[in-house]
């Protein structure tokens, strides 16, 4: 999900049938995806840092999780929605279980 974007557009022609495209690149850089990972180590740090948090208790709200996103893998990869419907599907489902989880 990082490296060199590119992004093509294309408009209808008039009735001569040409349309006119465009073309552009974007270089997306590895480190706009940190910001998604400070949930989880909130979460982990809440987990390792509480001491009543250091039980095999707490420590099971990650089977869920990894449940949820597997089936979501599934899922993803049967429908192949468009990316941005796939990352805003993710992202929702990533604010649900974070809040379900902590």
Known sequence: MFGKLRIEAWQDGDEDGFG?????FYDWPWYNHLSSLALWV???LLLVLIRKNRCRQAWLIWLPV???YGIWGIVRQILSPP????ENFTLLIT???????S
Do not use: E, F, P
Request: glycine share 4%; charged share 10%.
């Open 20 to 24: 006119k495209r465009g073309i552009a």
């Open 42 to 44: 909130l979460v982990i």
């Open 66 to 68: 990894l449940i949820i």
């Open 83 to 86: 990316s941005s419907t796939s």
């Open 95 to 101: 604010l649900i279980i974070l809040s379900l989880a």
